[in-house]
């Protein structure tokens, strides 16, 4: 049974999966926005014919909607310390270690922390 100091520190890793998912394409994503002339697109296949014709055709788009997903990412990581104060984990290492998670994977870390339901002790 968890008790209430297993609550204030609670935090759980994402998916390996979805963590790999997730950065290898913020990191295609970020090639694109800002060295799309280095991208080999010819060997990328139908990923890379589409790039390219997202890189030429609507550039300016990329570059806005990249800094979106960061900003959207910020208000995420916020929300994540609302959330961890209202669940009760107020554990100054476990809502960094939360923040951080957000910031960097956004929902797939978010809701974990969305479906967590805190064990409250029985009262006697």
Known sequence: M???ADNKAYFQRG???WFTIITL???YYT???FWPQSIPYQSLGPLGLFTQYLVDHHHPLLHNGYW???LIHVGESLYAMV???SKGITNARAQLLWFLQTFLFG???LSILIAYKPK???KT
């Open 31 to 33: 090639w694109v926005v």
């Open 25 to 27: 394409s913020f990191g």
């Open 15 to 17: 998916s390996l999966f």
């Open 83 to 85: 959330l961890c104060k």
């Open 120 to 122: 409250h002790p029985k």
């Open 2 to 4: 968890g008790t209430a």
């Open 107 to 109: 929902i797939a870390s």
């Open 68 to 70: 979106l997903a960061w």
